[in-house]
């Protein structure tokens, strides 16, 4: 049953991004969403994997009218993960996510201070989530969400596009 589910899933993603992202074009010019690395104490990273896409990503979503990006970072990391920021989050970058829409945009925040009582049941957005090394990430982790760790942790050269 699960493999029919993926499978019915990754079909349907196509059809269901276009629907949101003509939604998105009628309500807003533009689309601005967030993500975050967050790290732990090993340097292992918080993934999430939806129930409507196919992947795992980092946590995040879509920043809400009259609410800051470090606002909608801060919100969907408590929905996703019940993870509080305790500290400061850093601004890692902004990206044009341009496979999506040409006018959709992503800020991506790091997180190292937080507090986390437990990861939360699986529910009908988010099915899965965990800390994983990032030498042990899940086979389908999504290339944007391997890019934004790799440029974080290994330094790798910012890239301005999601990919």
Same mark, same amino acid.
Do not use: C, I, K
């Given at each position: 049953? =699960?493999?029919?589910?993926? %499978? @019915? %899933? #990754?079909?349907c993603e196509p059809?269901? %991004?276009r629907i949101f992202h003509a939604y998105f074009r009628i309500v807003r010019g533009m689309t601005l969403g967030v993500r975050a690395v967050v790290l732990d104490?090993?340097? #292992?990273?918080?993934? @999430? #994997?939806? *129930?409507?896409? *196919? =992947?795992?990503?980092?946590? =995040?979503g879509g920043v809400d009218y009259g609410e800051t990006m470090e606002q909608a970072m801060r919100r969907e990391l408590k929905e996703e993960g019940d993870i509080d920021v305790t500290g400061a989050?850093?601004?890692?970058g902004i990206f044009l996510n341009s496979h999506i829409s040409r006018r959709d945009h992503v800020a991506v925040y790091v997180v190292r201070q937080f507090r986390q009582d437990g990861l939360p049941e699986p529910n009908r957005e988010i099915v899965e989530c965990g800390f994983f090394a990032t030498t042990a990430l899940p086979e389908d982790t999504t290339? =944007?969400? #391997?890019? %934004?760790i790799a440029e974080v942790l290994d330094g790798r050269p910012l890239i301005a596009t999601w990919r």
């Open positions: 049953m =699960g493999e029919r589910l993926n %499978r @019915v %899933r #990754r079909a059809l269901l %991004r104490a090993e340097n #292992r990273v918080f993934l @999430v #994997r939806h *129930s409507y896409l *196919s =992947g795992w990503y980092l946590p =995040g989050a850093a601004l890692h290339l =944007g969400t #391997r890019l %934004r």
